[in-house]
Structure formats: C-alpha cells, structure tokens
C-alpha cells in the first residue's frame, strides 16, 4: 500500500486546538496585566508582561499558522500485510515499525473537534509501547480496528 | 483441578502488623524518638492503635483465603471491600519464594506470583506460609521444584543442570558489584544522618573536619570509603550468597541469599531479552553479570529496572557455554559490528560543544571556573569509551544491541520478541549518513533499547529485518 498523509481535516482541527490553547494564555496574561495595574506592582512586571505577551503572539503564529501544515506534510502511514509504519518528523525523522501480530490493543478516540470533522484519533498499543495516528477518518479508522482485531484473533496463540 | 479453600498461617496476623506499624513509624523519623520520652502520656493512645491495628490485620487475615478451582487460582481478600482475584493458572509468569529474617527465624515463608499485569498493578503475595504448605501451592500451579516432586524421575534429574558460584568468584563478584553500591549506601547515609543528627552539630563537625591538616583527612576520608566499600560488600555477600541456578528444560530455578533467601521460577519462553553487562572492574579482570528480560510483573532487584538476575557473576570465556546451556534460543556470537569512526567523532561532539560553551562562560564570570575545566576531558573519555562500545549484531533472528552508559551492556533479543522497532535520522545524521535505532521489549515495564549514530546503511538493514518479519 501506497503511504498515506492524515486527513486534512486534522490540520483546522490543530488549528482550533492551539487557539484554545492560546486564548487561555491570553487570558492569563490579561489577569497579570490587570493585577499589575490594580496593585501597582513594580514597574518591570510590564516589562515581563511585555514580554510574555511577545511570546504568546509567537506561540500564535507558530502553532495556529505554521507548524499544523507542517506536520500535515510530514507525517505518513503505511499498512502493509503484516505491519504498520508511521513516518514522521521534521528534523529529526523517526520511522516505527508495528507488527500486526505484536498489536495488544487499538483504542480509537473522538472529542468534540474531532467529532465535528468526522475524524477519530487511534493509538495502537503493543506489550511495551502505544503508537497514535493524530486523525483517520471515521471509516478508515473502523475499517483498520477490525482488520488489526482479525490478525489478533489469528495470532491468540502467540501470547509470551 | 480443584483445591479446598484455604487461610495464610496464622502468623501472617503479627508480621502483617509490624508491616503496618513500620509504615506508620518510620514517616515520623526523628520525632518517634521525642515522642518517646514523653511515652507515658499516650501510652493509652499507642495501645488503641496497636489494638486496632492488631484487630483490623486479624479480620484482614480471616477474610483472605485462596484456591484452586476449574484451572484457575482465586483468592478473595478484604475486610470491608471484598476483592475476588481470578488468575488462569496458564498466565502465571513465575512463582517466588521469598523469606526476611523475621520469618526465616520461625520458618515460614512468602509466596508471590508474577502476572502479565504490568509491574504497577501489583503482585499477587501470599504473606505467611509454612514451608509444606507453599511447596503444595507452588506444584498445584505448575512450577514445583522437579527435585522435592513426589513423581521426579530419573529423566527429570539428569536433565537439570545446576550453576553455583564458585567461592572465589563469589568473593570477587561482592567486590566488584560494591564499586556502585558504596554510592548508594553513601547517599543514604548521609540522607539518614541529616534525619537523625541536629543542623547545628551536623555544621559544626562539618568546619572541624575541614579544618583537619590535610594529612589526617586524606586517610581519614579513604578509611571511610573503605569503611563503605566493606559494608557494601558484605551487604552483596548476604544478598548473592549461596547463589544457585537450576536449569530444566522449561524452567529456570533461581535461589539467592543467605539470611533473606528467595526462590524463583521463570519460565524460560517468557524470556524477551538477556543482557550482559560488565562494569568497569569486571571488563578489566574478565567477569559479566547476566540479567534476563522476562515479561510479567517481576519487580525484585528494583536497582535493575526489575529485570531478572540470572547469574551474578561469569567468566566470559565460559559465556558462550553458559548461554547454550541456559537459554540456546539466545546464544550465539556477541561480536559487535562497531559504529563507524565519523559517528565516534560525531558522538564525541555532541556533548563537548555545549560543555565547552558552559565552561568559558563560568571561567569568564568565576574564579572557580577555572577548576572546572578537567571536567571537559573526562567527560570525552566517557563518551569515546561509550563510543567504542556502541554497535549491533545481526545473526539470523537474534539481535544483538551494545551500548555502555557506565556498565558495558550487550543485549540480546529475537525478532518476535521485538515489540516496535523505530529508525531516527536528524539533520546531522543525514549529512553524515547515519541513523539511529530504538526498539520496544516487553518487561516489568515496557523497555526500550537504543544503539545511535549506527551507519545509515545497517540502520536501513536491521529495519527492513524487522518489517520482512
């Protein structure tokens, strides 16, 4: 089989998720800024609010703009018989290999952005590790969990 | 097979109680001694708790029974909640016998059983049993010793080999495996004494012991670290003495220590992976120190991340033997193929860089920062020695892993007992062609292994031998 990306839903699903993420950090700094100037706290907590607020536009730009097209290109999956491989990273670029038949477990996930789009995360544990595909669509994730129950049944015997 | 409900020895009332009064004492520390002086006052208080605590370990005791019914071992516990524990009798990893000096002395001891239920769920512990009684509990599940077996015969007898260390390795191996041990009674020595002995003396004996011509203190702080050393080594003479492992076909049988004796089976196909490891002594004078992965929930020598001791201490002349012997499935060459010279360059890097960065920034700011500078050359020999040592073996199913972070350690697993295998490559590697391995066995904890800077070429190879599985 040919290496698959995620569905691109993920990629606004990343995005709404760092916003969240990013509006609690906004809040907080808010309430810093606000007791400063209530308390007349020393001057240089402006600075450090300044500073903090700096970082958090940084945060914004990097994890709502950038980084989810970034990691939307650079992860791919593979089934293939008998195993399944995630290829992912930037920099460094890390390449797992799970045998079918190692597989304990496949838990799927779905919270409410998730929902939304259709799509469900799955992780795949084995005896000593989990391994997550970020999003699959709903479909695909059904399909997959019950080809990897089927090699389970296949493979009962082989429990060290 | 079906067995009648049964109850711990009576026994287990007193020492279940101490146990419980030793957690409660022991968080007091210091302060139990102060309460004591005034014990007359609460001597009321103390008596009630005991009495409860005496009272709710007896209902403990008389509520826990266990069986074996229909092919699995059932044991019902707890006073108020009641637990009912079903354990397939085929999922039992291993059976320990253990005993503690409190016991020993009136002849009992402990059973525990090992489960696939990852460390942190806890074993399964019987607390107090009589000797016959465990002996039956350990044949009814399956792992009875062929020796005390109503029905060994002669097959059995002949197939079992029996390791023993040899009085002089014995002595060696309580010397050389102190070297790490004198560290840990030092911390904890010194962690028990800020507990015990007042700041202000603690200070005061500090400025007089500095204040010591040199002369004196040299000797004195070298009979002290002899002083620890001794004390390490007898605490690993008692722990390793009469060290005994049995061999059977299926089987391994492992008994150890001299006062606080313990007794274990393991089944050999539960075995992910053996480790070989050589400290810094034991490589110089020729001796290893094998350790076995097993999956379950083994939890024992919690110093080696709870992986089982097969044998404390081995020539390595005879290690090939020893393995064909013990466990054939994993024996074999352990020749590594060493990473290439660039990576060794590479991995020399990586940590000098920063070091050196940290060091001219001290020295600029500090006078002291001077002294810190030896520092950086011991640190590259570390990683040159660590480099040295990394590499891989790849021989039909077998893998071997090498790789020292202080303790030289040479793993070997099989392919179906690899859980994961994942290639790194960062940046840096890719110019240099070269990539590292990790791969996930399955243990008390999942484990994970990892050879770096390997040369991108053997990287690629040991990933496509795991995917072509």
Same mark, same amino acid.
Request: charged share 15%; proline share 3%; aromatic share 12%.
């Given at each position: ?9 993920? *990629? ?130 059904? *399909? ?17 | ?57 007896? %209902? ?22 009641? @637990? ?23 002849? !009992? #001891? ?20 009589? @000797? ?110 009469? %060290? ?53 929930? #083994? ?23 020893? !393995? ?5 499935? %994993? ?25 050196? #960065? ?42 071997? %892993? ?54 991108? #070429? ?12």
């Amino acid at each position: 089989m040919e290496k698959q990306h995620l569905d691109p839903g993920i *990629v606004t699903v990343w995005r709404q998720r760092s916003l969240m993420t990013n509006l609690i950090f906004w809040l907080i700094l808010a309430g810093f800024f606000t007791c400063t100037v209530y308390f007349s706290w020393p001057g240089f907590f402006y600075l450090i609010a300044g500073t903090l607020a700096i970082l958090v536009a940084l945060h914004l730009i990097l994890y709502v703009l950038v980084i989810p097209v970034i990691r939307y290109r650079t992860f791919f999956y593979t089934f293939r018989q008998s195993d399944f491989l995630i290829r992912d990273g930037v920099f460094v670029i890390r390449q797992v290999s799970i045998p079918l038949a190692r597989v304990q477990n496949v838990t799927t996930e779905q919270g409410p952005l998730l929902r939304r789009y259709h799509l469900v995360s799955v992780s795949i544990t084995t005896a000593a590790d989990t391994q997550t595909i970020p999003a699959l669509n709903a479909a695909e994730a059904h *399909v997959l969990r019950d080809r990897i129950a089927e090699q389970i049944k296949e493979n009962g015997a082989d429990e060290l | 097979m079906n067995s009648e409900k049964k109850r711990l020895h009576v026994f287990a009332v007193l020492s279940e109680s101490l146990g419980t009064l030793r957690k409660l004492v022991l968080p007091l520390g210091i302060s139990f001694f102060t309460f004591l002086q005034h014990f007359t006052q609460w001597a009321g208080y103390v008596l009630a708790t005991l009495a409860i605590i005496l009272i709710y370990n007896f %209902f403990k005791w008389l509520r826990f029974t266990y069986e074996v019914r229909g092919g699995s071992f059932h044991i019902q516990s707890g006073v108020l909640i009641r @637990h009912d524990r079903y354990i397939h009798i085929s999922r039992i990893q291993s059976v320990q016998l253990q005993t503690n000096l409190l016991l020993r002395l009136i002849g !009992l #001891v402990q059973l525990r059983l090992d489960t696939v239920d990852p460390a942190d769920k806890g074993d399964v512990v019987l607390a107090v049993l009589s @000797h016959q009684e465990a002996g039956r509990v350990r044949r009814l599940l399956g792992h009875g010793d062929p020796d005390t077996a109503p029905g060994a015969n002669m097959e059995t007898a002949s197939s079992r080999i029996v390791f023993r260390l040899s009085i002089r390795n014995f002595v060696f191996a309580t010397f050389t495996s102190s070297s790490i041990g004198i560290i840990g009674v030092l911390l904890a020595f010194w962690s028990s004494a800020g507990q015990l002995v007042p700041d202000q003396w603690l200070n005061r004996s500090f400025h007089q012991f500095i204040l010591l011509p040199p002369a004196t203190l040299i000797p004195l702080i070298l009979l002290l670290v002899i002083g620890l050393w001794l004390c390490s080594a007898v605490v690993t003479f008692f722990r390793w003495g009469n %060290f005994r492992l049995t061999v059977t076909p299926e089987k391994w049988l492992i008994h150890k220590g001299i006062l606080e004796t313990a007794d274990a089976t393991y089944m050999k196909d539960r075995v992910q992976a053996i480790r070989i490891c050589e400290s810094w002594l034991q490589q110089l004078t020729g001796f290893c120190t094998i350790y076995a992965e097993c999956s379950g929930s #083994v939890n024992n020598d919690k110093n080696k991340e709870g992986a089982v001791l097969v044998f404390p201490i081995l020539r390595r002349k005879k290690l090939q033997a020893f !393995l064909d012997t013990v466990i054939p499935e %994993f024996a074999g060459s352990i020749s590594c193929k060493s990473v290439p010279l660039r990576s060794q360059f590479y991995m020399m890097m990586l940590p000098v860089l920063p070091l050196t #960065v940290v060091l001219v920034a001290l020295s600029s700011f500090f006078q002291w920062g001077l002294w810190l500078w030896p520092v950086l050359p011991a640190a590259m020999a570390l990683v040159f020695l660590q480099s040295r040592s990394s590499g891989y073996d790849l021989d039909g199913e077998r893998l071997v %892993f090498s790789y020292r972070l202080l303790t030289k350690t040479r793993m070997i697993t099989l392919k179906n007992r690899i859980q994961s295998f994942t290639a790194h490559q960062s940046l840096v590697q890719r110019r240099f062609s070269l990539g590292t391995c990790s791969l996930f066995i399955r243990s008390s904890a999942g484990q994970c292994y990892r050879v770096r800077q390997l040369e991108k #070429v053997d990287s690629d190879r040991l990933f496509q031998w795991f995917r072509d599985g």
